[in-house]
């Protein structure tokens, strides 16, 4: 897996899980801030939630209490558990670095963001 490519998307009904997953070698442990944002059809980019070194994180009010950002240290993955799914979650997923300035965790504004890889596509049907 290419780093900071998304996986683990795909259809759940309204009120499902997912969890999403990215390799971050090169960014866990150095970035500032990684985290995930997503992209509806011709919609706007929007920040979804990150994590900065410190280990806190930061959520979009649209996710707060239902996606749980996290990263495995030793295998140096982020993930994006998302339950209670709704279908205006509907959006490909990426997974990205604000490697230098750590104002993605605190804005969320994806123009903050340095990378990004390969989005995973969430749809979710009522």
């Known amino acids: 897996q290419a780093n900071l490519e998304a996986s683990g998307g795909g259809s759940v009904p309204s009120g499902g899980s997912l969890r999403l997953s990215c390799a971050a070698s090169k960014y866990i442990g150095s970035a500032h801030c990684i985290g995930w944002f997503r992209q509806s059809p011709g919609g706007e980019r929007e920040g979804v939630a990150g994590?900065?070194?410190?280990?806190?994180?930061w959520y979009a009010d649209s996710v707060k209490g239902r996606f749980t950002i996290s990263q495995d240290t030793a295998s140096h993955t982020l993930y994006l558990q998302m339950n209670s799914l709704k279908p205006e979650d509907t959006a490909t997923y990426y997974c990205a670095a604000d490697r230098t300035t750590g104002v993605y965790c605190y804005t969320l504004a994806p123009d903050a963001l340095d990378d990004w890889g390969r989005g995973t596509l969430v749809t979710v049907s009522s």
């Open positions: 994590v900065n070194l410190a280990g806190n994180t």
